[in-house]
């Protein structure tokens, strides 16, 4: 690496290119690329057939689709309760608004396992929430609506953070030329406000999205993980593995991790195209 | 021009509505947009955080001492500080060097090499454990050889260690490469101008010059290294006393049914969350021009 | 269309900083009018109370004859450039023009197709026709420039107000659409005000100019006015170079020393006073009466012009003087200076 030459790099002054570059790259194949092929490999050696099976195994499928909906359900709530908790975080002054602002990052901060019994214990039948709801027949914990919860549980503070600091540095005075033209304030909301947030929403929200599909702490507490019902795909890679079926965890991975990405190259596509049009955003 | 054509009409509140009203709600709009995200935070966040304090205490203080002092639950601290205590320091120094090649540096591939480094926030943990069974598991591409040689690394501190870098691999870099980029390399070449060497410019010129969004990143760093919980499982093999680290004794005490002592184990590691939260809004609050802009974990 | 505004005894505070302390001011319907000042002087803050941008703590605004504050925002149709745009980024260039039109009440507002056509007509008249379909990343400042305007002529404004509006644009594109504006506000004859901390923008482009210093208005006047018969010495010397001589008035005239500069003074008020002169205002004489004696120090060339700085004894400052180019006197030349114009303040 201390050899690139200046096909590939710009000369500078600065030193180090070569040995910086060379940990980087080092580290980032031993530790992320190499077992990334690996799995890809693992995946592959399954053969057509067995990964036809394990693809389209009722099983799998379920699981697949309750992770995939489940985080797309989350992480769509997560989209209107964080653009309501930036918006009130940045426009509104009330006592506790800075030790709200910091809680928002609580999920970051707490392991997924601790999340995880505490939320089974809230929205179990017994306990806080659900004894509330348990005489309406609701049941939260132990079914996919507990998946559902944990999973907003782990995707809230993507939004908020994401929006929060566009909302912050936009300029006060495009609303005072939308009232100027005679806007009413929820048409300059809409129309003014809004549409130069949706590119950060959007980020918010994938990087949501994305987290639920992985989520496996805050989730296998208070799912049940009944098979067909409440068993999210990464507990389906844990079970394969522990039957010692690597093919068979490898081709769950895989399909996993091509779904994430094709999602996440789709919305990095409109970004772009976004930028290219308004400008920086 | 007429006047006669401007509306003549006279309300008591035109006054109050006037400018208020240009870049304001309503206050009754407000209160409902503040209620409704007080509760959805209370219901999603404080509620969660409160049950593990209220839990782990349920049976009393000596309850309490005895499941964090048993001789298990201490392995599992002392194994979550050793593998924290590894791979932190690890993604410490790969982050500097990525943050440096990239910030200070003009090269091809140099997006592709940020959305490798990227590329954890984006794989599930499970996925990020089970990797590594692949690669030295039993039946894994290296099993036989280690086997052979007497090495092991699934289910043993190297698997758990491998697992967490890899989980956490993104976070100090992070940090550290806006910052860096929007500082510019006018300092260092400033610097080397004046004859210092470029380990002394980077030691006493670009260091100081980040320490507050590195400190940033490890913090972030360390709290996922100590809480993760999806990837170690995976690799961990959960051999009490061994190879368990607190999330995953936390789960085991769990699933066995002695909640109290899981909430009481589980109520250390929030306490960790909590002093990572606090310091983060500190530096946050302190440090905020310092720190670059992007927050996003 | 256009409507007079008259501003009367406007107070503002913001916090402990009082920003406009009793600013009363007149403009008529049609009119032009500047309102210049350093930065901090209340311009800019004075422009957005007559838009209802801010409220005053004390005063009104009319509108003709009607209190501003009795009007809805919509219904008091202010066309208000703003210094940065504020131009709608995620809406085309078309859209932004349409924005004012399509936010009225559903029974004033047009067709969409007299929209369009109105659109048109707006781009047309600020020299975009075509633009409509771009976004605003795709234009250059000055053509923001444009649609910003084009999109508060939209709403057919009673009045319409511009914060620096060439402000953040460079010298060449300034001097370019100064003339245009002044040309549309000939064709459209809008009540406009605009504010600017650009002397030469403000007396090239207002029929009136206001100059406001510390939160008070120090003078209203034409260019000529003001520029020529400046009401203090703040406004002497915010509108150009002006030279400071100590004098002392006795009958007509005005004495540098024992030695008379300035006769034929009408107001007999004796005493100290300073005495503003501009450096066109001074020639080079053969010896006469009532010239000012001094030894040419530099000589620089400034456009068309010869810039001489001239060492006067008694005075620890040199004089500028603004030479016609052929007239060139060498460095180190005796000359002699007539004063032709000046303006006299009593000694503070």
Same mark, same amino acid.
């Given at each position: 690496m201390a050899a690139a030459t200046s096909v590939w790099r710009q000369p500078s002054i600065l030193p180090g290119f070569g040995i910086a570059l060379g940990i980087t790259?080092?580290?980032?194949?031993?530790?992320?690329?190499?077992?990334?092929?690996?799995?890809?490999?693992?995946?592959?050696?399954? +053969?057509?057939?067995?990964?036809?099976?394990?693809?389209?195994?009722?099983?799998?499928?379920?699981?697949?689709?309750?992770?995939f909906l489940g985080a797309l359900f989350a992480a769509c709530i997560n989209a209107v309760f964080g653009m309501i908790l930036a918006w009130v975080l940045v426009r509104y002054d009330f006592p506790g608004r800075r030790f709200i602002d910091a809680a928002v990052d609580l999920p970051f901060a707490l392991p997924t396992a601790v999340a995880g019994i505490a939320l089974a214990a809230i929205y179990a039948p017994n306990g806080w929430v659900g004894s509330l709801l348990a005489?309406?027949?609701?049941?939260?914990?132990?079914?996919?609506?507990?998946?559902?919860?944990?999973?907003?549980?782990? +995707?809230?503070?993507?939004?908020?953070?994401?929006?929060?600091?566009?909302?912050?540095?936009?300029?006060?005075?495009?609303?005072?030329?939308?009232?100027?033209? +005679?806007? +009413?304030r929820w048409r300059t909301i809409f129309t003014v406000i809004l549409p130069p947030i949706y590119p950060a929403l959007l980020t918010g929200f994938v990087l949501a999205f994305a987290r639920a599909v992985g989520e496996y702490g805050s989730v296998i507490f208070i799912a049940g993980n009944v098979p067909m019902v409440s068993e999210i795909a990464p507990l389906l890679i844990v079970i394969r593995l522990e039957q010692f079926d690597y093919a068979g965890a490898a081709v769950v991975a895989m399909l996993m991790l091509l779904i994430s990405f094709g999602l996440i190259l789709f919305v990095n596509l409109i970004q772009a195209r976004a930028r290219r049009r308004f400008g920086d955003v | 021009m007429s006047d006669a054509a401007l509306p003549q009409f006279r309300t008591d509140t035109a006054q109050k509505r006037d400018t208020r009203r240009i870049r304001g709600e309503g206050v009754v709009v407000q209160a409902v947009l503040i209620a409704v995200s007080l509760a959805f935070l209370a219901l999603f966040l404080l509620l969660p955080l409160v049950s593990v304090f209220v839990e782990a205490g349920a049976r009393g203080w000596t309850a309490y001492k005895a499941a964090v002092t048993e001789p298990d639950a201490v392995a599992a601290i002392h194994l979550t500080l050793l593998v924290a205590g590894i791979?932190?320091?690890?993604?410490?120094?790969?982050?500097?060097?990525? $943050?440096? $090649?990239?910030?200070?540096?003009?090269?091809?591939?140099?997006?592709?090499?940020?959305? #490798?480094?990227?590329?954890?926030?984006?794989?599930?943990?499970?996925?990020?454990? #089970?990797?590594?069974?692949? #690669?030295?598991? $039993?039946?894994?591409?290296?099993? $036989?050889?280690?086997?052979?040689?007497?090495?092991?690394?699934v289910f043993a501190l190297p698997g758990l260690v491998l697992a967490t870098v890899f989980v956490t691999f993104p976070f100090v870099a992070r940090e550290l490469i806006p910052h860096m980029q929007s500082l510019g390399s006018a300092d260092e070449e400033a610097a080397l101008t004046l004859g210092a060497s470029g380990w002394r410019t980077f030691l006493t010129i670009t260091l100081p010059n980040v320490k507050w969004s590195l400190f940033y990143g490890v913090l972030l760093c360390n709290a996922r290294a100590m809480g993760e919980f999806g990837a170690v499982a995976v690799v961990s093999g959960k051999i009490r006393g061994l190879t368990n680290t607190m999330p995953l004794h936390v789960e085991i005490l769990y699933n066995e049914y002695m909640s109290a002592a899981a909430f009481a184990v589980a109520s250390l590691l929030a306490g960790l969350a909590l002093v990572t939260l606090a310091l983060k809004t500190l530096l946050e609050w302190r440090y905020s021009d310092s720190i670059a802009a992007s927050r996003r974990h | 269309m256009s409507v007079a505004v008259t501003i009367e005894s406007i107070e503002k505070r913001f916090d402990a900083f009082a920003a406009l302390r009793g600013v009363s001011l007149d403009i008529q319907p049609a009119e032009l009018v500047a309102l210049l000042g350093p930065s901090g002087s209340g311009k800019t803050t004075l422009l957005r109370l007559i838009a209802g941008l801010e409220q005053a703590d004390q005063g009104r605004v009319l509108f003709g004859e009607t209190d501003m504050r009795d009007l809805s925002l919509r219904d008091r149709r202010i066309g208000f450039v703003?210094?940065?745009?504020?131009?709608?980024?995620?809406?085309?260039?078309?859209? !932004?023009?349409?924005?004012?039109?399509?936010?009225?009440?559903?029974?004033?507002?047009?067709?969409?197709?007299?929209?369009?056509?109105?659109?048109?007509?707006?781009?047309?008249?600020?020299?975009?026709? /075509?633009?409509?379909?771009?976004?605003?990343?795709?234009?250059? @400042?000055?053509?923001?420039?444009?649609?910003?305007?084009?999109?508060?002529?939209?709403?057919?404004?009673?009045?319409?107000?511009?914060?620096?509006?060439?402000?953040?644009?460079?010298?060449?594109?300034?001097?370019?659409?100064?003339?245009? %504006?002044?040309?549309?506000?000939?064709?459209?004859?809008?009540?406009?005000?605009?504010?600017?901390?650009?002397?030469?923008?403000?007396?090239?482009?207002?029929?009136?100019?206001?100059?406001? !210093?510390?939160?008070?208005?120090?003078?209203?006047?034409?260019?000529?006015?003001?520029?020529?018969?400046?009401?203090?010495?703040?406004?002497?010397?915010?509108? /150009?170079?002006? !030279?400071?001589?100590?004098?002392?008035?006795?009958?007509?005239?005005?004495?540098?020393?024992?030695?008379?500069? %300035?006769?034929? %003074?009408?107001? !007999?008020?004796?005493?100290?006073?300073?005495?503003?002169?501009?450096?066109?205002?001074?020639?080079?004489?053969?010896?006469?009466?009532?010239? %000012?004696?001094?030894?040419?120090?530099?000589?620089?060339?400034? @456009?068309?012009?010869?810039?001489?700085?001239?060492?006067v004894q008694g005075l620890a400052k040199r004089l500028d003087v603004d030479l016609a180019s052929q007239v060139a006197p060498a460095i180190g030349e005796r000359i002699r200076l007539r004063i032709t114009h000046g303006s006299l303040f009593a000694a503070a």
């Open positions: 790259l080092s580290a980032l194949s031993l530790i992320v690329l190499v077992p990334l092929v690996a799995l890809a490999l693992k995946a592959a050696s399954a +053969g057509p057939a067995d990964i036809w099976a394990v693809t389209t195994s009722p099983r799998t499928l379920a699981a697949l689709r309750l992770s005489p309406y027949g609701i049941k939260i914990a132990y079914t996919p609506l507990g998946v559902m919860v944990a999973l907003i549980f782990v +995707g809230l503070p993507f939004v908020v953070r994401t929006v929060q600091p566009v909302l912050q540095e936009m300029q006060a005075d495009v609303e005072e030329a939308a009232a100027l033209l +005679g806007a +009413g | 791979a932190v320091p690890f993604n410490v120094v790969v982050g500097i060097a990525a $943050a440096w $090649a990239i910030a200070k540096f003009e090269f091809r591939g140099k997006n592709l090499l940020i959305s #490798l480094i990227d590329l954890p926030f984006s794989v599930s943990p499970v996925i990020s454990g #089970l990797v590594f069974v692949l #690669l030295f598991g $039993a039946q894994g591409y290296f099993g $036989a050889w280690l086997k052979a040689n007497d090495v092991q690394i | 703003f210094q940065h745009y504020a131009l709608f980024r995620t809406m085309t260039v078309g859209e !932004n023009v349409a924005f004012g039109l399509k936010s009225r009440p559903r029974a004033q507002r047009p067709e969409p197709a007299e929209i369009r056509k109105r659109v048109g007509d707006l781009l047309e008249l600020v020299q975009l026709p /075509g633009l409509d379909k771009r976004y605003p990343s795709q234009l250059s @400042g000055g053509q923001r420039q444009r649609v910003a305007l084009a999109r508060a002529l939209a709403i057919e404004p009673r009045v319409l107000l511009l914060d620096e509006p060439f402000g953040a644009l460079d010298a060449k594109v300034r001097k370019d659409l100064r003339a245009w %504006l002044r040309d549309l506000h000939r064709r459209t004859g809008h009540t406009t005000v605009f504010v600017t901390h650009d002397q030469e923008e403000a007396l090239e482009l207002a029929d009136r100019v206001a100059i406001l !210093n510390d939160g008070r208005i120090e003078q209203v006047g034409s260019a000529d006015d003001v520029y020529d018969h400046p009401a203090t010495p703040f406004v002497c010397e915010f509108l /150009g170079e002006v !030279n400071k001589l100590p004098v002392k008035v006795v009958g007509s005239q005005a004495f540098f020393g024992d030695r008379p500069v %300035l006769g034929g %003074l009408s107001q !007999n008020q004796g005493g100290q006073a300073a005495l503003y002169v501009r450096p066109q205002h001074l020639r080079i004489v053969d010896d006469l009466p009532l010239a %000012l004696p001094g030894v040419v120090e530099h000589l620089r060339r400034n @456009g068309p012009l010869r810039r001489a700085e001239v060492a």
